[in-house]
């Protein structure tokens, strides 16, 4: 069994990491710091973040956030093919997430930069999605559609 592997902590002492699932060792699992917002520790549904990307693209304008969607999509699929089909989260990745994420806070605060770093790892962690002892084609293209809809 894999430890749990940290992907990213923020400022309120909230972390999003790895964990054993049911299925995989990819399961995205965020725990609430202190005055977070999500709360709890859980894996979070798709329509959660979804909701808040939909917030965020009425508040601040579709264009903007479908740009920083897109970022999002480049970077896992670069780092994909760099690392034969086996993406792994990077600092400079989260770097460039909250540079973007910057343009939310005065709006969303902490909030937006969770929502797309919890983002940036599930569609991470669909590429290690297994049924019947092989990996998923479809990788993160599922969520990709979703959110450019």
């Known amino acids: 069994m894999v430890e749990n592997r940290l992907v990213y902590e923020f400022e309120d002492g909230s972390i999003v990491e790895y964990r ?25 549904r798709d329509y959660e973040y979804f909701k808040n990307v939909k917030l ?3 508040k601040i304008g579709n264009k903007i956030v479908l740009d920083d969607l897109k970022k999002i999509f480049e970077l896992i699929q670069k780092n994909a093919e760099q690392n034969f089909g086996n993406p792994e ?18 709006t969303f605060g902490l909030n937006s930069l969770k929502t797309f770093i919890i983002l940036y790892a599930t569609m991470i962690s669909e590429w290690y999605w297994e049924r019947n002892g092989s990996r998923s084609k479809y990788r993160h293209l599922f969520k990709e559609i979703g959110l450019l809809r």
């Open 20 to 44: 054993r699932g049911g299925f995989d060792d990819w399961k995205v699992e965020y725990t609430a710091g202190m005055n977070a917002g999500f709360g709890g520790s859980r894996a979070l």
């Open 89 to 106: 989260p990077t600092a400079e990745e989260l770097s460039i997430i909250e540079q973007f994420s910057k343009k939310y806070e005065v």
């Open 56 to 58: 965020y693209a009425d």
